[in-house]
């Protein structure tokens, strides 16, 4: 549209700058009406249009609403090729976003390759799972108990529950399933929170149980494994009063049957 104003606006100004006749004025009145032209503008010239105006007043109103059409089509032409090019840039930046986040999975998958050909990963899923039963309960037994049956130095230096479990469960993607499906390695249980209790109970399956309470507290986290003492093997409990004890019967054998390894800091609960 300014394209066409100011084209119509030179013709205009040449014809009142070269004073042209009455006839010429009236024609360019009747364009001055339909594109109006600010008083002060700078006269411009355009023979060609002052050519054109001495002929027919259809033909000049004609060639100014052409001029504003092409105009228009022309602006219209860019806003949509602005568009696509906008739609372009979308999804080039999104296509970049979707490679960004395969990155990761690409990453696993690398390592994977990478270590295939180890000779570690050349061991049978049987032995990994024992290697790793057999690490646990180590690790289980050196948190809670001395050569005596039990060490304060030892609690002194307690690092955290099932910290064992990280070094497994991250070296390989192999390990990980091995360590998740191997119920022996979910079995010992220490009684310090509830959340932890319950997904160790529900990965330990039918494998029976080693279950160790450090303090009164713990000792009260026995009741979610209640369900579960016919499974208990070992019982080890810490700072547990004979009268705590007695609100739970865990010395009937019908709830216990395959308990055989009794461990207590109290002197008149057991051995």
Not at 9 to 24: F, V
Not at 117 to 141: G, K, M
Not at 195 to 201: E, N, T
């Amino acid at each position: 549209m300014d394209v066409a104003n100011q084209f119509v606006k030179k013709c205009i100004a040449s014809c009142y700058r070269k004073r042209l006749s009455g006839c010429y004025e009236r024609k360019a009145r009747v364009i001055n009406v339909l594109v109006p032209m600010p008083s002060g503008a700078p006269v411009l010239d355009s023979p060609a249009l002052a050519y054109r105006l001495t002929r027919y007043d259809s033909d000049d109103v004609f060639l100014s609403h052409t001029q504003m059409e092409s105009a228009r089509r022309e602006i219209e032409q860019r806003l949509y090729d602005g568009q696509q090019k906008i739609e372009q840039d979308q999804r080039k930046i999104e296509e970049q976003h979707r490679q960004i986040r395969r990155i990761p999975e690409e990453t696993l998958m690398l390592g994977r390759q990478r270590n295939g050909p180890t000779l570690i990963t050349s061991l049978p899923r049987e032995i990994l799972e024992a290697i790793f039963a057999v690490y646990s309960h180590l690790d289980l037994n050196q948190l809670c108990f001395d050569s005596s049956g039990w060490g304060v130095e030892i609690m002194e230096n307690y690092w955290g529950p099932y910290e064992w479990l990280q070094p497994i469960m991250q070296v390989c993607q192999r390990w990980r399933d091995v360590a998740l499906c191997a119920h022996s390695l979910w079995a010992n249980i220490l009684l310090d929170d509830r959340s932890h209790i319950q997904d160790m109970l529900l990965r330990s399956g039918n494998a029976p149980l080693t279950l160790v309470a450090l303090d009164l507290n713990q000792f009260d986290n026995l009741e979610l494994c209640l369900p579960h003492l016919h499974r208990v093997r070992e019982l080890g409990l810490h700072s547990v009063t004979k009268t705590k004890l007695e609100t739970f019967n865990t010395t009937d054998s019908f709830l216990a049957p395959r308990l055989w390894i009794w461990r207590s800091s109290h002197p008149s609960l057991g051995a």
